[in-house]
DNA sequence: CACTTGACCTGTCCGC
DNA sequence: TGCGGACAGGTCAAGT
């Protein structure tokens, strides 16, 4: 999905959209995506006000009034999406084509949450991995997907020591690979993880534990100038992802290497931009100015 | 333990 | 035009 800047995103949407409404009605389409159990993660929404917004990693977390949390994690293809009552997405532009083509809900939506005033939250899903789930404040905290995510590379205390740390840890591992690991950095993903290696210049095959304290300085550099930027743009619309408001994030007019197989490296150093799998994922990066 | 592969889903795109 | 295969922002579990 979505990765970190995406879900960042949206967090910044809900706080602005969200906040103080109640929930009046629950629409599930696609059961699977509740884990289930219909009844219950209907009722447990009913009635409840929306009171906070923010992520761990991928995961948005809605805080509820009566200690209750809806967890979302959207996955490859998951969208949550806003509509005020009369409809209304964002001004101008491609509605059909970001919304998978049909007005809402439709065929993907596979929860629909409508607020007393007549607002909406849509949470659709083409591939169907995404889910939501609720749980009391007490249960998030032991929550197996909260506890196991790693540093928040947005926040003060991951520092270019926190990084050499992570790193020593995971000596063999590549590179790509590390940064993609969920459980030691949180947010980063197949897009993010080969366009800050190609901003610091390491190659994505590197163990980890190889890198020498100018390229973790580069590497730690190179997280924070891309994440900031990415989140600056709203995130990255590959394919599906769509700010709360409907509209697409920018970033992909910036990416260096993700899905540039064979172009020209922009460092303009002549290298052609290589795409290979690593770890399952495709990587992609300048054999030239890549070490 | 690390690493790979398949599963979960549906769609798009490319080559023959 | 049709068909098959590869590929797509992410995680899990199981096998080697």
């Known amino acids: 999905m979505p990765e970190l800047p995406e879900v960042e995103t949206l967090v910044r949407g809900a706080k602005q959209k969200l906040m103080g409404k109640t929930i009046k009605d629950v629409k599930v389409a696609w059961p699977k995506a509740v884990g ?47 509509e ?9 532009g491609h509605r059909e084509k970001v919304l998978y083509g049909a007005p809402l809900p439709h065929k993907f939506t596979a929860v629909e949450i409508t607020f007393s005033d007549g607002s909406k939250l849509y949470f659709n899903d083409l591939r169907k991995f995404g889910w939501m789930k ?19 590379p947005t926040d003060k205390e991951f ?18 690979d590390f940064l993609m690991d969920q459980s030691l950095i949180a947010g ?13 210049k390491i190659a994505p095959k590197r163990p980890a534990g190889d890198l020498k304290p100018a390229e973790v300085g580069e590497l730690y550099r190179a997280i924070g100038k891309v994440l900031e930027m990415a989140i600056k743009l709203g995130g990255s619309s590959e394919s599906t992802y769509v700010r709360l408001d409907g509209s697409k994030g920018n970033f992909m007019d910036y990416a260096k290497v993700y899905q540039k197989e064979g ?29």
Not at 50 to 63: F, M, P, T
Not at 282 to 289: E, K, N, R, T
Request: proline residues 1%; charged residues 30%; aromatic residues 6%.
């Open 159 to 176: 520092t270019k020591e926190k990084l050499q740390e992570l790193l020593n840890k995971k000596s063999k591992t590549k590179i790509k």
């Open 134 to 152: 609720v749980s009391d404040k007490q249960h998030v905290i032991s929550n197996k997907e909260l506890a196991e995510i790693g540093i928040e």
């Open 36 to 82: 289930g159990n219909v009844a219950g993660f209907t009722k447990t929404l009913i009635g409840k006000k929306i009171q906070g917004a923010s992520r761990r990693g991928k995961l948005i977390i809605l805080e509820l009034s009566g200690d209750v949390t809806l967890l979302t994690h959207l996955k490859l293809t998951g969208q949550l999406v806003y």
């Open 188 to 200: 980063l993903g197949n897009i993010y993880s080969s366009e800050i290696l190609w901003e610091a």
């Open 84 to 92: 005020d009552k009369s409809g209304k997405l964002y001004e101008g």
């Open 263 to 291: 172009n020209p490296c922009a460092r303009g150093d002549g290298g052609k931009i290589k795409r290979e799998k690593i770890g399952g994922r495709s990587a992609f990066w300048c054999p030239v100015c890549q070490k």
